[in-house]
Each structure stands twice: as structure tokens, then as C-alpha cells.
T-cell receptor, first 118, second 109 residues
């Protein structure tokens, strides 16, 4: 149980295009999902917290118009990187926190999406 | 703000014991997570400490001292597959986790 999927796992796009990444909790309901990006040999940097049915809360320094987050249901959150540039190339990881019945505050991570912007 | 420190790299021998330390300074502390992350993969949950003391789970144990802002992850009977990055993350009452930069552990034969 407690499986989180991400799609796509890898994406290569041209500079200036937009890319959508999906994060799904497959066997539980997630009231809260988190989006992170990770640079090589660095830890996870929290980008935003999304709660189902409300606007995402972005961390300081993260452009909300650049990284659009939608959490339309208890099992799906999406991150859209708009007008992507090479510096947006990174490993993007989502995590989901269950609504109830799990290890308190435990987050379950998706497998990540490797984005390369040419 | 939050400050989380871990050693960048550690090396140990197969079958040995290794201790990975994590110190933190934060407000609104609720608990501390340890995760394992293999290269190119997502982190996987190892432990969550809320109260002071040692929690043992198989070959892995985690310790927390809230008063000292200190935690460690203890790995026993090291195996080659334990080579990975180990991330400590502080969970606060803001409802989110902040991660340290991780410790890359290399297990040698």
C-alpha cells in the first residue's frame, strides 16, 4: 500500500515549451501533496505544498506563475513548468501525505520526473 | 529559518556499523525523519522520531535528542546495498518537512 506514481518519468522538451507532471496516490487519499526539486548531489528543496481544493502554498523564491500547481482531487496533483528554460532542468519529486490511518505525518514519495530542457 | 547539518560523505566496510549524525536548529519542531535515497530514485522512509531516545527497526536504529537538536541513524551489519544517500528531515508544526543535504554512504567490501 501507500504507492505514489509520477508521470512522465523522463521528459525532454525545447526551451519555451510547457511541461505537465502528474502525481497520483494510487491506493490512498492524499489531502496534502508536496512538490520538490532536487539538484545533483543535493537534497530535496520544497517548492510548494498543495492541498486538495485550495491554492498551493509556494516557498519563498519559487515563482507561482512559472510553476503552476493544481490539486484537483484527493488522488491527483499536477505541476506545470511553464515556458521552460534550461535552468529548469532538474529532478522533480512529489510526495503525498495520507488523510488518515497512516504513520503520523509520513510522506510517501513518487519515483520522480527527470526534466531536461534543451 | 531552519538549519540542518549532516556530513557530506561517509565510507564504511561491509559488515560494520556506521552512525550518521544530523544536527538541526529550528522552531516549531515536531519530529525528525530519516530517508534512504538511491541514485536516481525517490527517497524511501526509514524512521520518524518524535520523542527522545532510540528506536530500533531491524538493522537500522534512529536516535533523537530534542534538547540538543541532534539525531543519528545507526546502520548495523552493513550490506553493499546500503550504499545510498541518507537524508534527515525536520518536520515542523507548519506542516512540512525541511531536508538536510544528505549523507552519501559508500559501503566497501
Amino acid at each position: 500500500g501507500a504507492v505514489v506514481s509520477q508521470h512522465p518519468s523522463r521528459v525532454i522538451c525545447k526551451s519555451g515549451t510547457s511541461v505537465k507532471i502528474e502525481c497520483r496516490s494510487l491506493d490512498f487519499q492524499a489531502t496534502t501533496m508536496f512538490w520538490y526539486r532536487q539538484f545533483p548531489k543535493k537534497s530535496l528543496m520544497l517548492m510548494a505544498t498543495s492541498n486538495e481544493g485550495s491554492k498551493a502554498t509556494y516557498e519563498q523564491g519559487v515563482e507561482k506563475d512559472k510553476f503552476l500547481i493544481n490539486h484537483a482531487s484527493l488522488t491527483l496533483s499536477t505541476l506545470t513548468v511553464t515556458s521552460a528554460h534550461p535552468e529548469d532542468s532538474s529532478f522533480y519529486i512529489c510526495s503525498a501525505r495520507a488523510a488518515s490511518g497512516r504513520v503520523y505525518n509520513e510522506q510517501f514519495f513518487g519515483p520522480g520526473t527527470r526534466l531536461t530542457v534543451l | 529559518g531552519q538549519n540542518i547539518d549532516q556530513p557530506t560523505e561517509m565510507t564504511a566496510t561491509e559488515g560494520a556499523i556506521v552512525q550518521i549524525n544530523c544536527t538541526y536548529q529550528t522552531s516549531g519542531f515536531n519530529g525528525l525523519f530519516w530517508y534512504q535515497q538511491h541514485a536516481g530514485e525517490a527517497p524511501t522512509f526509514l524512521s520518524y522520531n518524535v520523542l527522545d531516545g532510540l528506536e530500533e527497526k531491524g538493522r537500522f536504529s534512529s536516535f533523537l535528542s530534542r534538547s540538543k537538536g541532534y539525531s543519528y541513524l545507526l546502520l548495523k551489519e552493513l550490506q553493499m546495498k546500503d550504499s545510498a544517500s541518507y537524508l534527515c528531515a525536520v518536520y515542523t508544526n507548519a506542516g512540512k518537512s525541511t531536508f538536510g543535504d544528505g549523507t552519501t554512504l559508500t559501503v566497501k567490501p
